[in-house]
């Protein structure tokens, strides 16, 4: 079931999808910064271990409304069939790999024999112990996660550099907080 109140409700995201898409790059940026500068704060290893589950855990919700009670925005951007089917390529590409990466994180952190707990509480594991497969899976992680990054650095520009400098369609304000339209009617 899609919501859609009026024409002016077309013009930016629900006020749900704007939120899950802003809490998935805060804890993009965080797991990121930590996995960079791991001693920037006391247990900051945990921290990530713990964000990146919670990545686990946001980002199939996040698609889940999306595919079901999300309202996405009607822009009619007058792009080539080539450039649509490459920015819902993206969008597939980044889903998948939000939810890839942190599962081999997960894999990694299971088969090299590290504690990993979600802010405290035991997980599961997906694996035994296995140095050598522990190793495989991390060089597929930084692989995949710095591919993620670069993903995220193109959508990031495709959204700034070319819909709001030279479309100017809208396409980055629909995604803005304070352009949210109420995810259920009134």
Do not use: C
Request: proline share 5%; charged share 15%; no cysteine.
């Amino acid at each position: 079931m899609r919501i859609d109140n009026a024409p002016a409700s077309r013009a930016s995201y629900d006020a749900v999808s704007i939120a899950f898409h802003w809490i998935t790059f805060l804890l993009v940026l965080a797991i990121f910064v930590l996995a960079l500068f791991p001693g920037i704060v006391k247990g900051s290893i945990a921290l990530h271990k713990s964000l990146g589950l919670l990545l686990l855990a946001v980002v199939p919700l996040r698609l889940a409304w999306r595919l079901t009670l999300g309202r996405k925005p009607a822009h009619d951007t007058g792009d080539p069939a080539i450039l649509r089917l490459a920015a819902s390529g993206a969008h597939v590409a980044l889903y998948a790999l939000l939810i890839v990466t942190p599962l081999l994180g997960w894999l990694f952190a299971d088969t090299k024999g590290m504690e990993l707990k979600f802010f405290g509480a035991d997980i599961p594991a997906l694996a035994l112990y296995d140095r050598a497969f522990a190793w495989m899976v991390y060089a597929w992680k930084q692989w995949i996660a710095y591919g993620l990054l670069a993903l995220i650095f193109a959508h990031a520009a495709a959204a700034i550099g070319y819909h709001a400098v030279i479309r100017k369609d809208g396409v980055l304000r629909s995604m803005m907080p304070h352009r949210a339209t109420p995810s259920v009617p009134a």
